[in-house]
C-alpha cells in the first residue's frame, strides 16, 4: 500500500516528503480552511514539495460548475487531481474530466456501490472512509475489502485510497484490506515508524557501548 498524507499543512507535508515515504497528497476543503490560507497558493506549495498525485476538491455542487472549477485547477500543475463528491452530479463531472484526461479521486464513499459507479465513470481513485464509517458504528475496512474484490474481479483500474485514516491500526487494516494507497495525518505516519521495543532496543545498545567504547 502506497502512503499519502491528508492535509493542507506545508510544514507536515515537508517533514513526511524528508522521510521518503509518501508517494502523493489529499487535501479537503476542511483541511484547507484549518490552515486559513489562499487555496491555489497553498496546493501550488504542496506541488513544489510532493512529486506524485495531489488531491485538489471542487466545491461546487453542479456538474457544469465542478467542470468549471476542476480546469484551472488541474491547470497549476500536471500532478493535480480533482477530488469530486460521490454524488448523481459528481458522477457527471468525472466522466466530463476523464474524457478531457483530467484526473479524478471520488471522495465521500461510505459503500462498495458507490465505489463501483465512480470507477465506472472513470475515476482515478475512489476514497473511502473508514474512521467516518467507524464513527457510526459501521464496519470501513468491510467496505475496502468489498471494493477491492470488485475492482479485482472486473479488472477495474481505479485506485482504492483508504481515506479518514486515524490509527496506525486503520493503517495496517487498510493495507491488509488491499487499499491501493493509505492517506493519513502526519502524527499517524510518525506512529507508524515508533515501536516501543525498537527504543528500548537502542537504549541497550547504547549503555552497552558506553562499558567498552574506551577500550
Ligand atoms: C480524505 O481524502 C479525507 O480528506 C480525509 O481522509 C477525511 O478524514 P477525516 O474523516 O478524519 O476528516
Redesign the pocket.
Known sequence: MKIFI?TANVSDIAKANDLGVIRGV???P??IAKEGRNFQEVVQEICAIVDGPI?AEVISLEADKMVEEALPLAALNPNIVIKIPMTIEGLKAVKVLAAKGIKTNV?LIFSSNQALLAASAGASYV?P?I??LEDINEDGLKVVEEIATIFKIYGFKTEI?A????TVRHATQAALAGAHIG?MPYSVIEQMAKHPLTDAGISKFLADWEKVKNK
Open positions: 491528508d489529499t487535501t479537503n476542511s483541511l488531491s471522495t476514497s472512509f474512521g467516518r485510497i481515506a479518514s485514516i486515524r492517506t
